[in-house]
């Protein structure tokens, strides 16, 4: 019996490690960096999460315990929200997260219609610190921090007393 000589197969091109592939569906591959989209346009739960950096489960909750969260929903009941449903999950975020309020306290602002004022207030206390070298922001990222504690303890001594 005589050995067949191997059959030469033309090997499959491969890119560079790191390189982005763009299959045939003309989507960018996965693992690139995607276009940043415009303020008005709608995003899907998973942009939404990403940019607030919180769980996507965490939000379909916020849906169901705030009512005035309302994604469009398509078919198969996929999410798009809104940039007026954004804000008010980041305005939610930052009452739930950063200044200690329960659910039922920010469902209480809402009710009151207090919820705007408070954030309003929040966002001119904010201070654009791009133009600051590292030790001046970090000085003043302090500063802010003492001032949020010092309210906070304001209004914990305020329970406390009958």
Request: charged share 30%.
């Amino acid at each position: 019996m005589t050995a067949s000589a191997p059959v030469n197969k033309p090997k499959p091109e491969v890119a560079p490690q790191g390189a982005a592939q763009v299959p045939e569906t003309g989507r960018p591959a996965a693992g690139t960096r995607r276009v940043e989209k415009s303020a008005s346009a709608f995003r899907t739960i998973s942009e939404v999460a990403d940019e607030l950096e919180v769980p996507q489960h965490v939000l379909r909750f916020w849906e169901t315990k705030f009512p005035q969260v309302r994604p469009l929903k398509r078919g198969g009941g996929r999410r798009y929200y809104r940039p007026e449903d954004v804000d008010l999950l980041r305005q939610i975020r930052s009452l739930l997260y950063h200044e200690g309020y329960t659910i039922k306290g920010v469902q209480r602002l809402m009710r009151e219609g207090s919820l705007k004022e408070r954030v309003d207030a929040l966002e001119a206390d904010t201070i654009d610190l791009s133009h600051l070298g590292a030790a001046e922001r970090r000085k003043r990222e302090i500063e802010s921090a003492i001032l949020q504690l010092t309210s906070l303890r304001e209004r914990l001594m305020a329970l406390l007393e009958p």
